[in-house]
């Protein structure tokens, strides 16, 4: 049951079991991040950082493993098609990594695949992001880079979004101000700067949605009208349903002791979906009509059934 404000998210209901009672989980722990990646989900781990694939039926196959000798470290991933690309981080240089998924099932046997594409080494590199069409995007060396080549677009190293239409690409500069750049024209300017904005995404070929350090989302016409939909954290576009999903913590000054899994369209309506005290929801993405989480406390992932 959901208490507080409805909307048209009506269809929704929430199974959500305790773990100790058959909650859909999977034999994985201690993940920091997860994403989907079609019939698969993609983690990162805490200690070891390695970039692992799981399904539904609890298999899972890691599909990098970080240079620990140079420091090396992933990115939370981004996917297109049956395809992640990430940035990985050393003390020598970054790279931007394209894997290849099983068309089957994730191997038992934790088997390392080797459908590894590697562009690279760039002395600073940025999150790379897909647009509709399968090119994949990002910053490295001061410019935007389409697949392996250059653009010839100056920028600065970013957290990017490509639109659907893919004309423009949005981002924040060092200081938390919000851009869009016409990527045919190579011009753009300021979109918002009214407060720290960070990791801005496209949700269509007008809207933007954005986090801000403040802890609020805001949503951005491209006019620049900005409007908070919800206070909260990690907000993701959950398409099917028209929703941004996003979690709502609380801490006691120093460790977390409570997050929640919340959602709110685009009218800024807003529906709490997860009412747990033993669960610390992290990291929501929506997954084949469920949304996946991590709990927090063990670093597992979570299923919230529909």
Known sequence: MFYGKMSVF???????????????????SGLISITTAGKYLAGITDESGELILFDDKGFSTVLFRPDHTENGFIFRPSYFDGMLAFLYVTSNADYICKVILPETQCCSDNHILQRIEICGPFEDAGLPAWDDEGNLWFTAENY??????????????AHISISPSIDRVVYCDRINRIFLTD??????GLLADHRSFYAPFFISTENVVSPSLEGEIWLTGP???????????????????????????EDNGEILTASDVYAVDLQGNEIRITFTDYILEISPVPWNGKIAVID??????LLIEN
Not at 10 to 28: E, I, Y
Not at 183 to 188: E, V, Y
Not at 239 to 246: A, D, M, S
């Open 10 to 28: 009506t269809l929704l209901t929430v199974l959500f079991l305790p773990v100790s009672t058959g909650a859909q989980n999977f034999n994985t």
């Open 144 to 157: 935007l880079w389409k697949n392996d080549f250059s653009t010839d677009i100056e920028l600065s190293i």
């Open 183 to 188: 990527i045919s024209a190579a011009d753009g």
């Open 223 to 249: 006019d620049g009208n900005s409007r908070m939909l919800a206070c909260g954290s990690q907000p993701i576009w959950w398409p099917e349903k028209e929703y941004v999903l996003f979690i709502k913590t």
């Open 296 to 301: 927090a406390f063990t670093g597992s992932p």
